[in-house]
């Protein structure tokens, strides 16, 4: 199948994934007085006296905003907000069916930050949370940053968050299969863009000490007249040695590689040069870092890509519905870390030891069971750090 070829006609007769349904089954005279007027006019007073009451009595509680200013549409760039809304139907489409939660895209015609954060806390009260999506770095960052800020709703931006999540959990799962310690080893995570930084964060979070970055213009240090500002303050944490140098250079006698960059970069022999027992996480799409076949034939024990049609899977639609149902349940002020750490380890451990295999380090997205448990990890850890409302 030409899956572009096929999908263009797919959408061509669609018109659309999503719709606006009601959940009002039948419509009579009583009905309509209730839902509109006049009897609508008493919950519209109730949330004027408390605006928490639109938690309540409307859907607000369960909707999310998925939005996007069309600069980092999958690999394709900037090709602008309205070429995003199928990207952004296909997430509200996974919203609904692995969280029930609707979701609704806003597309919005600014590239300038501060117009997309005040569109955003505008919006605000018509939502239960934000999701952010394919926002190009670094401006994603102060995006985010500021949102958090300023909004009293959950803000999430999938592309660093959620691939994260995903990444930790596959390396918590490959590390205990392999009987290694997670401050013992080297990682290097190729690729400094908003996906890099988060996933270094997250995993610096998990317990790993030693942690390379490499961007096109290798080995990322402190200090580097190089580096943007994101790219400057993980420097500080990462490379502590400070290892200059060639993503070649990085990877020697490195246990893992988190490739987040662009396909075809790693060679053979550098896999070659890597620790005993590597991990190799090559997540470029929809080309990786290296094939699959020529990691595992260099010597790599476990290979993790971000494609369908290989085992390993390593991808965001695990996370971000667990996450949102689990925020929106509890009524969380934000998504803390406490709650993206467990994420982690809830769909990690949907895995068993029994099932545990270099083939399988990580369950299929499509499993409605890991969603769940997501979302009941999420909402407990919410509770635990004070992060909930109700």
């Known amino acids: 199948m030409n899956h572009f070829e096929e999908s263009l006609k797919f959408h061509q007769k669609l018109k659309g994934k999503i719709e606006i349904a009601s959940r009002i089954p039948e419509f009579d005279k009583e009905i309509l007085s209730l839902a509109y007027t006049p009897g609508v006019a008493q919950p519209c007073m109730e949330i004027h006296?408390?605006?928490?009451?639109?938690?309540?009595?409307?859907?607000?509680?369960?909707?999310?905003?998925?939005?996007?200013?069309?600069?980092?549409?999958?690999?394709?760039?900037?090709?602008?907000?309205?070429?995003?809304?199928?990207v952004l139907e296909g997430k509200a489409i996974l919203f609904k069916k692995f969280g029930d939660i609707d979701a609704i895209p806003l597309c919005i015609r600014s590239k300038d930050?501060?117009?997309?954060v005040r569109t955003i806390e505008l919006l605000a009260g018509t939502f239960g949370g934000v999701n952010l999506e394919d926002i190009s770095a670094p401006r994603c960052f102060e995006i985010e940053r500021r949102l958090?800020?300023?909004?009293?709703?959950?803000?999430?931006?999938?592309?660093?968050?959620?691939?994260?999540?995903?990444?930790?959990?596959?390396?918590?799962?490959?590390?205990?299969?392999?009987?290694?310690?997670?401050?013992?080893?080297?990682?290097?995570?190729?690729?400094?863009?908003?996906?890099?930084?988060a996933i270094a964060n997250y995993i610096l979070k998990l317990g790993i000490k030693d942690l390379i970055m490499c961007d096109k213009f290798g080995i990322i240090d402190e200090g580097m007249k190089e580096l943007n500002a994101p790219q400057h303050e993980i420097s500080l944490k990462t490379?502590?040695?400070?290892?200059?140098?060639t993503l070649a250079d990085?990877?020697?006698?490195?246990?893992?590689?988190?490739?987040?960059?662009?396909?075809?970069?790693?060679?053979q022999d550098m896999i070659r040069s890597m620790a005993e027992e590597s991990i190799v996480f090559t997540l470029a799409n929809p080309i990786p870092e290296i094939p699959r076949d020529d990691a595992l034939q260099a010597g790599a024990s476990i290979v993790g890509t971000g494609r369908s049609d290989f085992p390993n899977q390593i991808n965001n639609l695990l996370v971000f519905?667990?996450?949102?149902?689990?925020?929106?349940?509890?009524?969380?002020?934000?998504?803390?870390?406490?709650?993206m750490l467990a994420a982690g380890y809830a769909i990690a451990n949907a895995i068993s030891d029994d099932e545990l295999s270099e083939d399988n380090i990580i369950p299929t997205a499509l499993d409605e069971k890991v969603h769940k448990e997501v979302a009941a990890a999420v909402a407990e850890a919410a509770i635990k750090s004070n992060a909930a409302r109700i």
């Open 49 to 86: 006296k408390d605006i928490n009451k639109s938690f309540e009595l409307t859907r607000r509680w369960n909707t999310v905003a998925v939005v996007t200013d069309g600069t980092a549409i999958l690999g394709l760039g900037d090709i602008g907000p309205e070429a995003g809304m199928p």
């Open 113 to 116: 930050p501060d117009e997309i």
């Open 148 to 197: 958090k800020e300023s909004c009293e709703i959950p803000v999430f931006h999938d592309d660093q968050h959620g691939t994260a999540i995903a990444v930790g959990a596959a390396l918590i799962n490959s590390l205990k299969l392999l009987n290694k310690k997670i401050d013992k080893i080297r990682v290097v995570i190729n690729g400094a863009g908003s996906a890099g930084i």
């Open 239 to 245: 490379n502590r040695s400070h290892k200059r140098g």
């Open 250 to 267: 990085a990877l020697k006698n490195a246990d893992v590689l988190i490739g987040v960059s662009v396909g075809n970069i790693v060679s």
């Open 321 to 339: 519905p667990g996450v949102f149902r689990g925020a929106l349940d509890v009524r969380a002020r934000n998504i803390n870390d406490e709650m």
